[in-house]
């Protein structure tokens, strides 16, 4: 594997530079042996709403599916990531899988349990002063250095197109859902669902969820261009993205119907509330319900079916508990 094939375009069906709903098709194909097709729970403390359970999935989040459609689309032996830690999991547990060494640059804040995780998958974990923009930055220095893959968390076709197999689920499942809310860190599971929501036959409205220190779409799209933050320190460790990515920005800037933002206190409450209806959502898994609440979707008397995507669990504790097994 050169360093020219870790070009993000690779293996895509269209040719306009950016990836498109054939492409997330194409995913759920490929990754289908891979991936667990998780539930949508109805709770009785959440009424009228639906939550799309990735804590579920195989590796603890929604990043297993973007990761497995890259990794099995390029098909190298070795990998570099930049990871807050979900994606590093993901990545580390196909590598174990199909045999692919795994290096993963992780930035100085980054959730010590989570790197513990990688490196129990036989991960490399290279940690890294900065943030988000920094990690990224040196992760893609080290794969041109050594001629590994490039499989980024987010700004990648291949993993832009995987991820959007979490909105296929949610809409072959809730044909009548009026709307959905999904995490906004990266922007990859936001921009992948917005181009499955795109061959629906009647309109969903697709709302992003940022966290309020960290509102890099939001601020992106009001200035007309991508703008990058400073590092954040959100409870929502998942979430703490600077820039928008080249590939993402332009379908969210295209595509998405809103994009609120939520604090850490309604963060938590949010994952309060889920972790007493049985759903045991880490802080980032929690913030999509948090936009939902904030929002007022989930008044008495509301209107129509929501649907919110708890992106992961990978909680110290369910990670604490996973090494002790």
């Known amino acids: 594997m050169t360093a020219a094939d870790t070009r993000p375009l690779t293996g895509l069906a269209t040719d306009t530079g950016l990836p498109g709903p054939a492409d997330v098709l194409a995913a759920a194909e490929r990754i289908a042996p891979h991936v667990r097709h998780t539930p949508l729970l109805r709770h009785d403390t959440l009424p009228g709403l639906l939550v799309?359970?990735?804590?579920?999935?195989?590796?603890?989040?929604?990043?297993?599916?973007?990761?497995?459609?890259?990794?099995?689309a390029l098909g190298a032996d070795e990998v570099v990531a930049g990871s807050?830690?979900?994606?590093?999991?993901?990545?580390?547990?196909?590598?174990?899988?199909?045999?692919?060494?795994?290096?993963?640059?992780?930035?100085?804040?980054?959730?010590?349990?989570?790197?513990?995780?990688?490196?129990?998958?036989?991960?490399?974990?290279l940690r890294v002063p900065g943030g988000v923009a920094e990690r990224d930055r040196h992760a893609r220095d080290l794969a041109a250095r050594t001629g590994a893959a490039l499989v980024p968390s987010s700004d990648h076709g291949?993993?832009?197109a995987g991820q959007g197999t979490v909105g296929l689920e949610v809409f072959?499942?809730?044909?009548?859902?009026?709307?959905?809310?999904?995490p906004v860190g990266g922007g990859g599971l936001l921009a992948g669902v917005l181009?499955?929501?795109a061959?629906?036959?009647r309109p969903v409205r697709v709302i992003g969820v940022e966290p309020e220190r960290a509102r890099r779409y939001a601020r992106s799209m009001a200035a007309g261009e991508p703008v990058e933050l400073p590092p954040s320190?959100?409870?929502?460790?998942?979430?703490?993205?600077?820039?928008?990515?080249?590939?993402?920005?332009?379908?969210?800037?295209?595509?998405?119907?809103?994009?609120?933002?939520?604090?850490?206190?309604?963060v938590l409450r949010a994952m309060d509330l889920l972790h007493r209806?049985?759903?045991?959502?880490?802080?980032?898994?929690?913030?999509?319900?948090?936009?939902?609440?904030?929002?007022?979707?989930?008044?008495?008397?509301?209107?129509?079916?929501?649907?919110?995507?708890?992106?992961?669990?990978?909680?110290?504790?369910?990670?604490?508990?996973?090494?002790?097994?």
């Open 52 to 72: 799309k359970a990735e804590h579920l999935q195989h590796s603890g989040s929604f990043k297993l599916r973007g990761a497995a459609n890259a990794m099995l």
């Open 84 to 125: 807050s830690g979900n994606h590093g999991i993901a990545v580390a547990t196909l590598g174990r899988m199909l045999g692919v060494r795994v290096t993963v640059v992780m930035a100085a804040g980054a959730a010590e349990a989570k790197e513990r995780a990688i490196r129990a998958l036989g991960g490399r974990v």
């Open 158 to 160: 291949l993993v832009i």
């Open 172 to 182: 072959r499942d809730a044909p009548d859902l009026d709307a959905v809310f999904v």
């Open 195 to 197: 181009l499955a929501a």
């Open 199 to 201: 061959r629906l036959p």
């Open 233 to 266: 320190d959100t409870v929502a460790d998942g979430l703490r993205g600077q820039r928008p990515g080249e590939l993402t920005f332009p379908i969210v800037r295209r595509r998405v119907d809103d994009l609120i933002g939520v604090d850490d206190a309604a």
């Open 277 to 325: 209806a049985g759903i045991a959502a880490e802080p980032s898994g929690a913030a999509a319900l948090a936009g939902a609440l904030g929002s007022g979707a989930l008044r008495p008397g509301a209107a129509g079916r929501t649907a919110v995507v708890v992106s992961g669990g990978n909680s110290a504790a369910v990670l604490a508990a996973a090494a002790a097994r």
